[in-house]
């Protein structure tokens, strides 16, 4: 009886630990990963909404990738490329959960690129903002709580993006990603849960964001 007593007492010992352990490994979690392992991320949404019209930087006119080289540049912070190099993406519509970054409920985020309703089948809206400077480079490698995007684009800024959010109807914290460009510039992607709300689009590396868009509607 001793026995299966002090074994009792051993394995409740055991669990405690147990418990303990995952209750401080949830606590440690950083709050920016556990937002980046979400998902909801998106391909580079810009080059698609400017559909081959030039976007003025402080060098002069640049032409954004599309196509295969538009496939290199949505790879980044975990994403994958869009959909088959040189076909042009949808529009504006698109199912609700295309839209969103869900994909469909059966075939996932691959069957909104087959059918053309990738990331670009949101509606986008091109936001025409006063200079914008990112005030950190780039790092891929980080995921960006709120802090650390008021640390890259300052209050103000992030202001703007939360306005987009509550006009969109979105109540989760804002968090962010870096995306790299084939040509040496950054890409900041800013979501609300799974939901894109903006991307601010610095094309020619120095700093200076040449291209904002916003999501119009869900």
């Known amino acids: 009886m001793m026995g299966a007593w002090k074994l009792s007492m051993s394995s409740a010992r055991g669990a405690g630990v147990a418990v303990a352990t995952l209750v401080a490994i949830v606590l440690a979690a950083d709050p920016a990963e556990a937002q980046q392992a979400a998902g909801g991320w998106w391909d580079w949404a810009l080059p698609a909404v400017l559909d081959g019209t030039p976007l003025r930087t402080a060098q002069g006119e ?3 990738p599309r196509g295969r080289d538009r496939e290199e540049a949505g790879r980044g912070a975990g994403g994958r490329a869009g959909g088959p190099p040189g076909r042009a993406a949808r529009r504006g519509g698109g199912p609700p959960f295309c839209r969103d970054g869900r994909g469909h409920p059966v075939h996932g985020t691959d069957w909104c690129r087959d059918k053309g309703w990738d990331d670009d089948g949101r509606l986008w809206q091109r936001a025409s903002w006063p200079e914008v400077i990112f005030k950190e480079p780039a790092r891929e490698d980080r995921a960006l709580d709120r802090r650390g995007l008021i640390d890259v684009v300052g209050d103000i800024v992030l202001g703007r993006v939360d306005e987009r959010s509550r ?6 914290t804002l968090a962010g990603r870096w995306v790299k460009t084939p040509d040496g510039g950054a ?18 590396g120095d700093g200076r964001v040449d291209g904002t868009i916003l999501l119009e509607a869900l």
């Open 167 to 172: 006009y969109l109807g979105l109540t989760d």
């Open 187 to 204: 890409v900041l992607q800013v979501k609300s849960g799974a939901v894109p709300v903006a991307e601010l689009t610095d094309a020619d």
């Open 62 to 64: 640049v032409r954004l």
